[in-house]
C-alpha cells in the first residue's frame, strides 16, 4: 500500500512539473500586455516601460521560465503583477473559501444524491421515483449562472431569508452558493446511486439476504449499497473537480472570494504569476484526489489490492 | 407501513431542505429598519481594487475608496470645478513653470503625524519615483511633467515644471498625487515602494481588507472638515451586476455601482431604490481609421460624415442604453473646461446616403470590432451600429469583439501600419476635467503605440492649437481655442460621435447625499440615513 502510494506521488511530480510548463507557455497565446492594462489608458510610454521593467516583463521569455522553475523548486510563485502581492500568499488568502464551499457542495451532493438514488431505485417505475429522476435530469441540465439568480430572486429578494451575496452572514451566506454549486453533482451522483443500485438489487446475494430474514435496512445498506459503492465513489471523486470548476461561476454570481475568482480577475488583468499559481494548485488538488478516491477503492473492495 | 414510509421520506426531503435552508435565521440582516446614524454603510461594487496605493490609481472606483482615506491639494465640486482641500489656495509665476500652492493649516495625518510641505513633497517625489511599484504619474511625471517639488516653509510648496502646462492644478485632483503620511510608508505591512493601507488626512482611515471581499474604512474622528455619518463605509466586492442588484434590493447593501442597464427601468419604479445616473466625462465613440489603407474610402472627412448621419444616437440611447446617455453636442463631455458646443450630426439616413453616394463610397466595406465587458452595453451598441450601416448601404464585417486586454492589444493599441480594422469602439475618459485631456484623442504624437490616439488622426494646424492651448495661462484665451480646435475635430469626424454615458448607481430610498462626480466617481463619504 505504502510503496503503491509513493510511486503515485512520485509520479504526479512529473505531471505538475508539465502542467506548469504548460501553463507557462500558454500565456504567448494570450493576447494582451500585463503593463498596459496596468499602466491604464492614459499611460506614457516610459511608464509602461517602467513597470514591464518592475514585473520583470523585459526579460526574455526562457528567463523568465527558468526563474519561475527556480521558485517553484524552492516553493515561490513569484508575484502578484496586479496586486505586488507574493502569489502564495494571495491564493492562501483565497483558497479556505473555495475549500469551504467545495466541501460543503461536496457533503450535499453525496448525502442528497446517495439517498434520493436509494430510494428511486427501491421504487423504481413509481411516481417516486419518476420525480426523483426528472429532479436529477433537471439539477444536471441547469446552467450554474442562471440557477444562482434564480435562487437568489427567491431566496435573497423576495423571501428575504437568505443573503443574496458575500461572505458577511456566516453560514447563511454559505447556503445558497453551496446549493448552486452542488445542484449539479447531486444529479448525477443520484443518477449513478440508482443505476448502480438497481444493478445490484437484481443479484442474487441480495434475494438471499432477503431470503434469510434480512431486514429491509439490512439488505439494502449492508448488502445492497455496499456492494453498489464503487461506481459511486467513481462519480464522487470525478465531482469533486468538477466542483472546483464550477466554483469559477459561483463564486462570481455570490461574490465568493475564492480561487476560482482570483483565477478570473487574474486573466482579466494578464496577471500570469497568479493564474499559473492557481492553475497549478487546481492540478494539484485534482491529481490528490485521484489518488485519494483510488485508495478508497481498497477500502470500500476488499478485493482490491494496491501493491 | 406503507403510509409509514412515505412519511418517512417526507420527513428526510423536508430534512434535507432545511439542512439547507436553516442556518440563516439568527444572523439575517433587518433590512426593513435601513441603517442609522453610527451604523455601517455598505457599498457593492463590481471591482476588486489591485492597490490601495494612491500613487499607483487608475481606476475610478479604486480611486473613490482610496480618496475617502488620502485626500489632495485640490479637488473637484459636483459640478467638476476645482475646490481647494488640502491647499487653501494656489498661484503660477510668471513663467508658467512654477506653481505655489499654500496648504491647510493644522491638518493631521490619522497616524498623527503633521500634514505639511514636506509630507507633500514627499508624496509626490514618491509618485514620481520609478521604484514606487505601479505607480503612474501621468501627465504629473515624464518630460513635460513635475521637474522638482520644493518645500518652501511648513504651508508652501512649490512645484517646478519642465513645461509649461496650464491645467496643472485641475490634473493635481487625480487620485494618485494624494498626500499620504510619511511616516506610514515604514509602518508594516507598507513598505516605500508599496502601500497596502494607505494613511492619508480623509475623514475615514483604512480599517481592514479582505481580498476580492470587502475593504471597511472607519470614521476619522479627528478629521479637519465635515464629519461622517457613518462610523464605518464597508466596499463589497460583487462581479455581477445582477448581484449587486439583488443585494440593495434584499437589503444586502445601502448603495450599489453600475446595476445591470437593462434593470434600470424597473429600479427606477421601485419606490424603496434611488437610481442615480450620475455625471460622467466618458465619451463612447466608433473610432474611424483615418489613414485606412485597407479602406482608403475612409480617408475622406465627407464619407465620416456621412457615417455620423447614419446613426440613431437617440433610439441607441432609449433602445440599448435604456437612457443612460446623452448624445454629444461637442467631441467632449459637457463637464470639460473648454467645451463648447460644436453642432449635432442629427440622425438623417437619406443625407448619409446620398453624401456616400457622391463620395464614390455607396456600398464600400467595412469592418468593425468592440469590446465586451468595457463599457455599458458596449457590444450590444456595436451591434445597432452596425445595423444602421447596413442600412446605409455598407457591408459591414462585423462587430469582432474579445475581452478588453485582447481588445486592446488586438484591435485599438496596434500602430497604424499593423491596424486591421476599419471602425471600433472605444470610450475615453479624462483623468481630470480639462479639454487637454480630451483632445490627447486627435494630437498626432498621442498615436500608438505612444498614446491612444486610435483614429490615427492627423492634422498639424490642429496639433499646434493643442500645444499652445496647453501652454496659455489665459484661462479665456485657452477656452476659445479650445471651442475652435472642437469645430475642427467635429467637421473632420474622426469618430462616429455617439454619446457621453452615464454613470448609474442605486441607492436604497433610507440614504441620502451620495453625490456624483463627473469623472464617474460617486462620494459616499458623507452619506447620510434619510
Known amino acids: 500500500m505504502l510503496t503503491y502510494l509513493v510511486r503515485r506521488v512520485l509520479v504526479a511530480i512529473p505531471t505538475v512539473f508539465g502542467v506548469a510548463t504548460v501553463v507557462f507557455f500558454l500565456r504567448t497565446l494570450l493576447p494582451g500586455d500585463p503593463a498596459i492594462i496596468i499602466a491604464g489608458p492614459q499611460a506614457t510610454p516610459e511608464a509602461i516601460a517602467n513597470i514591464r521593467r518592475q514585473l520583470g516583463l523585459d526579460q526574455p521569455l526562457w528567463q523568465q521560465y527558468l526563474s519561475f522553475l527556480g521558485g517553484l523548486v524552492h516553493g515561490d510563485l513569484g508575484i502578484s503583477t496586479r ?71 427567491v431566496f435573497a429578494v423576495r423571501f428575504r431569508v437568505l443573503p443574496a451575496a458575500g461572505t458577511d452572514q456566516g453560514l447563511a451566506s454559505l447556503v445558497l452558493p453551496t446549493v448552486t454549486l452542488a445542484l449539479f453533482s447531486m444529479g448525477l451522483v443520484t443518477r449513478q446511486t440508482r443505476s448502480a443500485m438497481l444493478e445490484v438489487l437484481g443479484q442474487d446475494f441480495v434475494r438471499t439476504a432477503r431470503a434469510k430474514g434480512a431486514g429491509r435496512r439490512a439488505v439494502l445498506i449492508r448488502h445492497a449499497l455496499r456492494n453498489a459503492l464503487l461506481p459511486i465513489v467513481t462519480t464522487i471523486g470525478l465531482q469533486f473537480g468538477i466542483l472546483l470548476g464550477g466554483a469559477v461561476l459561483t463564486e462570481s454570481i455570490f461574490a465568493w472570494p475564492g480561487v476560482g475568482r482570483l483565477l478570473v480577475d487574474s486573466i482579466g488583468s494578464r496577471d500570469y504569476p497568479v493564474v499559473q499559481g492557481v492553475v497549478l494548485l487546481l492540478s494539484v488538488a485534482f491529481i490528490t484526489i485521484n489518488i485519494v478516491t483510488d485508495l478508497i477503492y481498497a477500502y470500500v473492495d476488499p478485493r482490491i489490492r494496491y501493491s | 407501513m406503507r403510509l409509514r414510509r412515505r412519511v418517512v421520506t417526507l420527513l428526510m426531503l423536508a430534512g434535507l431542505a432545511l439542512a439547507a435552508c436553516g442556518t440563516g435565521g439568527g444572523q439575517q440582516q433587518t433590512s426593513s429598519s435601513g441603517p442609522k446614524h453610527g451604523d455601517t454603510l455598505r457599498v457593492a461594487i463590481g471591482i476588486d481594487p489591485d492597490t490601495l496605493d494612491p500613487a499607483a490609481q487608475t481606476t475610478t472606483t479604486a480611486g473613490q475608496i482610496v ?185 444586502g447593501a445601502d448603495v450599489i455601482a453600475l446595476p445591470p442597464a437593462n434593470d434600470i427601468p424597473s429600479m427606477q419604479a421601485d419606490s424603496s431604490l434611488k437610481v442615480i445616473l450620475g455625471p460622467s466625462d466618458r465619451t463612447i465613440q466608433i473610432v474611424i481609421n483615418t489613414q485606412d489603407a485597407t479602406q482608403p474610402l475612409l480617408q475622406k472627412p465627407e464619407v465620416r460624415q456621412a457615417l455620423n448621419y447614419a446613426i440613431d444616437k437617440n433610439a441607441i440611447i432609449k433602445n440599448v442604453m435604456f437612457g443612460t446617455a446623452v448624445p454629444l453636442s461637442g467631441p467632449m463631455s459637457t463637464s470639460l473646461f473648454g467645451y463648447c458646443p460644436t453642432g449635432s450630426y442629427g440622425y438623417d439616413p437619406a443625407k448619409a446616403k446620398q453624401m456616400l453616394q457622391s ?40 462587430p469582432a469583439t474579445a ?26 475618459a479624462p483623468a481630470y476635467l480639462d479639454a487637454q485631456q480630451q483632445f490627447l484623442q486627435w494630437y498626432s504624437t498621442q498615436m500608438p503605440p505612444a498614446g491612444l490616439e486610435t483614429s490615427y488622426y492627423k492634422n498639424p494646424q490642429l496639433d499646434s492649437m493643442i500645444e499652445q492651448a496647453s501652454s ?59
Request: proline share 6%; with cysteine; net charge positive.
Open chain 2, 359 to 398: 463620395a464614390g463610397a455607396a456600398g464600400m466595406s467595412v469592418k468593425l470590432a468592440a469590446p465586451t465587458g468595457r463599457y455599458t452595453q458596449d457590444i450590444q451598441v456595436a451591434n445597432a451600429v452596425a445595423g444602421y450601416l447596413r442600412d446605409a448601404g455598407l457591408k459591414v464585417d462585423g
Open chain 2, 67 to 251: 480618496d475617502m482615506m488620502a485626500e489632495t491639494l485640490v479637488t473637484l465640486d459636483t459640478k467638476g470645478a476645482l475646490k481647494p482641500l488640502l491647499a487653501t489656495s494656489w498661484t503660477t509665476g510668471s513663467d508658467g513653470l512654477s506653481w505655489t500652492f499654500t496648504l491647510r493649516q493644522g491638518v493631521k495625518f490619522t497616524d498623527g503625524t503633521p500634514m505639511n510641505a514636506q509630507a507633500v513633497k514627499f508624496s509626490i517625489d514618491r509618485l514620481l519615483d520609478p521604484n514606487t511599484f505601479k505607480a503612474v504619474p501621468g501627465v504629473l511625471g515624464g518630460k513635460t511633467g513635475i521637474d522638482h517639488v520644493v518645500a518652501v516653509d511648513d504651508t508652501h510648496v512649490q512645484f517646478f515644471l519642465h513645461t509649461k502646462f496650464a491645467p496643472f492644478a485641475a490634473a493635481m485632483t487625480q487620485t494618485n498625487a494624494a498626500i499620504i503620511s510619511p511616516a506610514s510608508v515604514n509602518a508594516a505591512p507598507n513598505t516605500p515602494a508599496k502601500i497596502v493601507q494607505p494613511v492619508g488626512t480623509g475623514p475615514y482611515k483604512f480599517q481592514d481588507r479582505v481580498a476580492g471581499d470587502h475593504i471597511t474604512m472607519a470614521a476619522n474622528k479627528d478629521y479637519w472638515g465635515t464629519k461622517a455619518n457613518y462610523d464605518t463605509q464597508t466596499y463589497k466586492i460583487v462581479p455581477e451586476a445582477a448581484s449587486r442588484e439583488a443585494l440593495v434590493k434584499s437589503g
Open chain 2, 403 to 428: 475581452d478588453w486586454p485582447t481588445y486592446l492589444s488586438t484591435y485599438a493599441n496596434v500602430p497604424l501600419a499593423q491596424s486591421k480594422i476599419d471602425l471600433h469602439l472605444l470610450g475615453w
Open chain 1, 83 to 153: 496586486t505586488g502581492q507574493p502569489v502564495i500568499q494571495e491564493i492562501a488568502t483565497r483558497a479556505p473559501y473555495t475549500a469551504q464551499l467545495a466541501v460543503a457542495s461536496l457533503v450535499l451532493a453525496v448525502l442528497v444524491g446517495v439517498t434520493l438514488g436509494v430510494l428511486a431505485a427501491t421504487r423504481r417505475s413509481t411516481v417516486g421515483d419518476l420525480g426523483i429522476s426528472s429532479g436529477a435530469v433537471f439539477g444536471v441540465s441547469m446552467p450554474v449562472y442562471w440557477l444562482g439568480l434564480m435562487l437568489i430572486v
Open chain 2, 472 to 530: 496659455s495661462t489665459d484661462p479665456a484665451q485657452r477656452s476659445q481655442i479650445y471651442c475652435s480646435a472642437a469645430k475642427i475635430v467635429w467637421n473632420d469626424a474622426p469618430w462616429i460621435f455617439l454619446y457621453n454615458q452615464k454613470y448609474p448607481y442605486v441607492t436604497t430610498s433610507k440614504v441620502t447625499n451620495v453625490p456624483g462626480l463627473p469623472n464617474e466617481k460617486f462620494v459616499t463619504t458623507w452619506a447620510s440615513p434619510a
